[in-house]
């Protein structure tokens, strides 16, 4: 009997919900196929990196130290020490500045711990590193600047403290002159005290990591009433005359005072963020039950953080962005399931959230002054991550984790494959691989490689500690996550529990100031020569884009895993159904062979330009495009590939036609304009008209025609079965996707093929123009029928005009009177308008129906249009008279529809 695991850490994928025995199953059928992707010959092999088992390294104590005594707890020991010199000789009586003037020590100090926190200027502190120190200045110089802008934080927590420390020295003078002072500024001055050691109290590492909401309620809320306080504690101080013990109601004194204006900054600074506040709507997508993929309009630089809640003022978390650039559309945010309110996020997901417009800066917006950087991150820390390595082609990404496809879903995984190319990237992912990565092996010789100045770490803490401590032991500069900044999109765990494989690792060869030595690079080849690991997976790209290329007559994406459809005895064999031609694959299959498919094209999309292509690569390049254009039929890159594959004669142009219709059975694929485009390219390359050329020139497959770069079909010598065929599947694609532009804009393509084959045609007697004459006839009916069930499409009803219009002209051509009197021709205008007015008189409530009339109207005779204008008044009035009986208060949509039908009619007019 199978046991169910569940677990809530994101690093551990969505294979823990599974059965175990399923688990097992799975593993042995799928992942023992799978095998990773291409690696650099500098990289050791999987199974040098794959640990055994924990590794613990030995570091010496003075590294230790040297770990722990960081710029952070600098900066704490220096503002304490400074401040404590200060508050000695105050309390010896010595200096007797601060015994007059206490209060402006306390809010000097608190006013600066505050700006140290304040969006506003830790941005401007970065921008002005960014923009003077970027690449130019010594390697020491640029990572001093990061670690002091990482560690403002101990300015900070330094500052507060000795504000606490000023304030108690302050209250204490006031107890011992109690005297001379009134009650009142004693007692705000307890209170003041009581606010502030709670507020500081809560931000302790301990309190602020493990009980977040804790943390921000005292922090907040206390520290709002503590300014409160502070400012009623002010006022009272400095209004209160200690040589008269009388209250001064002048407001001059008070403003005087150093300590008033401290306030007021202080205040500024706690207000500025708030301003900032809004709230925004953002699209979720949960791909597991794990992680939730939060989408934000507009696009964000790099090393940006967002902080984001429920409510206007409670509970806000901070995650990390990702963003392809200041000009994308939208930026992502990474939210692993934790606590109570990431849990929410999954199981109730918002359609609004409130954030602050003003994001703050992270350690990885320093990122651009250097001139390469690994950045490492584990699990959903990711979010703080890849937008430096997709903004910044200088970076490279080592991303280990669990069951990342599943766990995260395509949009991540498509951000990762579309923006950072195998040379890149090191996707560690366990669940493929069954075994956890010796991570500084991996630092280290990806840090080697890559000729790296930096290496930035977001991990849990102890993932943390272990990276920062390999890296300080081989002298390789490191910045983590620091314990003043909590994120909540960084798990909680062991980062080198984390088990994987090198899903994608590789180095290109280019030359930098900062790469090893040529000597290094070659001993390093020869070190780790033959330890290349392959990307194709044949048991499924392979096998699905043969079975594309065939084509299917139809294809179908399956919910979920497709568990349903698949054998049951070995669902992982085949990953699709292909039954009597028609394919069906699951939609996790779909996107897993996504994926792997956009490596292996992007890896051979060059294999064109070579003299004489290698025949494996170029299947390659077929089948992955094939995969690629199933699960994404906007993909323009692979469209262009597969046509410079068709004029090379790799792929058959009737092969190609069956392809695309195969896609146009899809939801997704009916309504791609860059199919429909694809498809009448082909059809202008399969049936060239003959009569451009007395030569008999190329293949048809290479052949070029005067009209290639014209979207029309009309100079075709097209069979007519072929034009039937096209009319069909475009029925076809608008069953699949209603009120389908795209469909009809390539059915009055056909139309106007139709008509020109039939002006071409001297007889209707002849076996063609019967033929012609048919397709006419069977077009012109099923067009009615489709209007009369489908009375929403107007594109439908465009196109019946359209259809109208065009058989009038046909009918003015004097060389073709025996086809014009079979076919009705001079009589399509009348059709076209009985047709209409029935229609209108049966539904008058669709608005569609009425702007057919219109169009049926506008193509009558002169003759013909002042009758059936008076016609259309006359109902149309009565319509009117109707429903305003019906509805005085409350006009009805069909009185709508008709009034604005009439004041047409009169413009007409």
């Known amino acids: 009997m199978s046991s169910r695991i569940i677990e809530d850490d994101p690093e551990k994928g969505t294979s823990e919900v599974l059965e175990a025995s ?77 015994r007059n003037y206490t209060g402006a020590f306390v809010l000097g100090n608190l006013c600066t711990a505050i700006l140290m926190r304040n969006e506003v ?23 001093s600047c990061t670690s002091v802008l990482q560690h403002l934080g101990g300015i900070h927590s330094g500052c507060a403290t000795s504000g606490f420390a000023w304030l108690i020295f302050r209250v204490t003078l006031i107890f011992i002159n109690h005297q001379n002072n009134h009650d009142a500024v004693l007692i705000m001055g307890v209170i003041t005290n009581l606010a502030v050691s709670i507020s500081i109290a809560s931000a302790f590492p301990w309190v602020r990591n493990t009980h977040h909401n804790v943390f921000e309620r005292h922090h907040r809320f206390i520290g709002w009433i503590g ?71 507009r696009g964000m630089q790099q090393g940006l953080l967002a902080r984001i809640s429920r409510s206007s003022i409670m509970e806000y978390h901070a995650f990390g962005i990702i963003s392809e650039g200041v000009h994308a559309k939208y930026h992502y945010l990474i939210c692993g399931v934790q606590g109570d309110f990431t849990r929410s996020l999954v199981n109730d997901p918002p359609t609004h959230l409130w954030t602050r417009q003003l994001k703050f800066a992270g350690v990885s917006h320093t990122s651009s002054i250097y ?39 395509p949009t991540i995984a498509n951000l990762i494959h579309r923006h950072l190319m195998p040379d ?61 900044m909590f994120f909540c999109n960084i798990v909680n765990g062991d980062a080198t529990e984390v088990l994987g494989t090198c899903q994608h690792l590789g180095f290109a060869d280019r030359s930098s100031p900062s790469r090893p030595s040529q000597g290094r690079s070659e001993s390093m080849v020869r070190e780790f020569s033959g330890s290349r690991l392959t990307t194709m997976s044949p048991s499924l790209v392979g096998r699905l884009g043969a079975v594309l290329n065939k084509p299917p007559l139809s294809a179908e ?97 009737g092969v190609e036609l069956g392809f695309c219709a195969a896609l146009l059975t899809i939801r997704d694929g009916a309504k791609q304009s860059l199919l429909w485009h694809h498809r009448r390219w082909l059809l202008r390359r399969t049936y060239t008209n003959p009569k451009e050329t007395t030569n008999p020139g190329p293949t048809p497959s290479t052949s070029t025609s005067q009209y290639d770069d014209e979207d029309t079909l009309r ?54 123009g019967a033929e012609l004459g048919q397709v006419f006839e069977d077009e012109s009916s099923w067009c009615n029928s489709w209007i009369e069930q489908h009375a929403s499409d107007y594109s439908s009803m465009q196109y019946r005009c359209r259809f109208a219009d ?34 209108v008189q049966s539904y008058p409530d669709h608005e569609a129906l009425w702007l057919y009339l219109r169009g049926a109207l506008l193509l009558q005779s002169e003759d013909q249009r002042t009758t059936c204008r008076i016609e259309a008044k006359s109902f149309t009035r009565q319509l009117v008279e109707t429903e305003s009986e019906g509805n005085v208060d409350a006009p009805s949509i069909i009185h709508w529809n008709a009034s604005r039908f009439l004041a047409w009619l009169d413009r007409q007019a």
């Not at 570091?59 to 400074?82: D, E, G, M, P």
């Not at 699990?379 to 490279?396: E, H, K, R, V, Y």
């Not at 069953?735 to 056909?750: G, K, L, M, P, V």
């Open 424 to 484: 890149r990237c090191c996707l560690w992912d366990s669940k493929a691989r069954g075994g956890r990565p010796d991570v500084m092996k991996l630092v280290r010789e990806a840090y080697h490689a890559w000729g790296a100045e930096v290496v930035f770490i977001t991990s849990n803490y102890q993932g943390n500690k272990e990276i920062m401590e390999g890296c300080k032991a081989e002298g390789i500069p490191a910045f983590e996550r620091t314990e003043s």
């Open 227 to 297: 300014l409160l306080s502070t400012w009623v504690f002010v006022v009272l101080g400095d209004s209160y005359d200690l040589d008269t013990h009388s209250w001064n109601p002048d407001g001059i004194r008070v403003i005087r005072q150093q300590d008033f204006w401290f306030a007021f900054i202080m205040t500024i600074l706690i207000l500025i963020p708030w301003f900032t506040v809004r709230e925004v709507s953002v699209d979720v997508e949960v791909p597991s039950p794990k992680v939730a993929i939060l989408r934000f309009e």
């Open 22 to 98: 399923q688990l097992a199953t799975s593993l042995k059928t799928e992942d023992k196929e799978q095998t990773t992707v291409s690696v650099s010959s500098v990289i050791p092999s999987t199974k040098v990196l794959v640990a055994q088992s924990r590794v613990h390294r030995k570091i010496s104590f003075w590294h230790r130290v040297q770990l722990w005594f960081n710029t952070y707890r600098k900066f704490y020991f220096i503002v304490c020490a400074v401040n404590g010199v200060g508050l000695f000789l105050a309390a010896i009586n010595v200096w007797h500045y601060p």
């Open 371 to 409: 001139k390469r950087g690994i950045r490492i991150c584990t699990g959903t820390g990711l979010g703080a991550a890849l937008s430096t390595c997709i903004q910044n082609p200088d970076w490279f990404l080592i991303w280990i984790g669990s069951d990342q496809e599943k766990t995260f879903g």
């Open 806 to 839: 065009a058989a009038l002209q046909l009918a003015r051509l004097h060389s073709l009177p025996s086809l014009v009197a079979s076919l009705g021709f001079s009589n399509a205008s009348g059709k076209l308008w009985e047709h209409a007015r029935a229609l």
């Open 715 to 768: 100079h075709l010598d097209i069979p007519v079965s072929a034009l039937r065929n096209e009319l069909e599947l475009c029925a076809l694609a608008c069953n699949t996707y209603e009120r389908n532009y795209f469909a009809w804009t390539h059915r009055s393509r056909c139309l106007d093929a139709l008509f020109a084959l039939l002006a071409a045609e001297e007889s209707v007697h002849s076996s063609r």
């Open 557 to 653: 994406i399956l919910p979920g895993d497709g568990s349903a459809w698949l054998n049951g005895d070995n669902p992982s064999q085949e990953g699709f159904v292909y039954v009597e031609n028609h394919l069906g694959i699951p939609q996790k299959t779909l996107y897993k062979s996504y994926l792997e498919a956009a490596m292996v094209f992007n890896r051979h999309r060059g294999v064109l330009r070579q003299a004489e292509p290698i025949a494996s690569h170029t299947e390659d390049l077929i089948h992955s495009s094939a995969v690629l254009l199933l699960a994404n039929p906007a993909h323009q890159t692979a469209w262009n590939m597969r046509k410079q594959l068709i004029l090379l004669g790799r792929i058959d142009s």
């Open 121 to 143: 200027f830790g941005r401007v502190l970065y921008t002005i590193i960014n923009k003077c120190f970027a690449k130019w200045p010594p390697l020491w110089f640029r990572l």
